[in-house]
């Protein structure tokens, strides 16, 4: 299998990168990252994107080529560049908190996406996910606030069906999903860890091995969903 990897650099991104490279059918892992910092050697090639620049995933995807049997987006933000965020109340919105969020979490996606679902496998199963979070699904959303970051994932996952709808048509065997890695010990979430039960504070290695069983047991019917690390559908 050949596979590519977005944001490999990233805690999560660079566990799946080096897990997909470890096993036996998979051939070689692009794995990608804004300065080409992410995990390389052996089967893994690296290469290098920005998120907020089209013409960077343009290039990287020709380079690439196809055919390419799973694309996984690790890529996210929580916080704003400054580190300020996620907001507690609706005072602390601002038009421009929100559209640095919809840029990394949603926008960016949805031109990876542009650029590589033309890449997927047609003759056989093939695999787009992106990372997104429980706090994204509107219906299991208890406690508001963190309103930048749950509206960038939920517009994710909708973006995501709708991409699953349009790839039914031409791939019938692809799965696009978004997938919920669960608390990982990452700089993303180091600020917000108080709290949260040692036995549910995932490894990076963890996580991604959790993710991939995942994607291991999903079919053309689940497409469109969003799952969890040990495989629950979430409801969006």
Request: with cysteine; hydrophobic share 45%.
């Amino acid at each position: 299998m050949r596979c590519a990897v977005f944001g490999a650099s990233g805690g999560v991104g660079g566990a799946l990168a080096a897990a997909l490279a470890a096993r036996d059918d998979v051939a070689e892992v692009h794995a990608g990252s804004r300065r080409g910092d992410g995990p390389s050697g052996g089967k893994l090639r690296p290469f290098t994107f920005d998120l907020q620049d089209e013409a960077t995933m343009a290039c990287a995807c020709a380079a690439i080529g196809g055919p390419l049997d799973i694309v996984l987006i690790a890529t996210g933000r929580l916080t704003r560049a400054d580190g300020t965020g996620p907001e507690k109340s609706w005072r602390a919105l601002s038009a421009d908190g929100m559209a640095e969020l919809f840029a990394i979490n949603t926008i960016g996606p949805a031109l990876i996406a542009r650029h590589t679902l033309p890449l997927l496998r047609r003759d056989g199963r093939a695999v787009f996910a992106a990372l997104s979070a429980r706090v994204g699904s509107i219906s299991d959303n208890r406690l508001g606030g963190w309103h930048a970051y749950r509206a960038s994932k939920a517009a994710l996952n909708m973006l995501v069906r709708n991409l699953a709808l349009e790839l039914a048509r031409t791939h019938p065997q692809a799965i696009a999903v978004t997938l919920h890695p669960g608390t990982v010990d990452t700089a993303l979430s180091a600020p917000f860890q108080r709290g949260v039960a040692a036995e549910k504070l995932f490894t990076p290695a963890f996580s991604a091995a959790a993710l991939l069983g995942v994607l291991d047991t999903l079919s053309p019917a689940d497409s469109g969903g969003l799952f969890a690390w040990d495989g629950a559908k979430i409801p969006f």
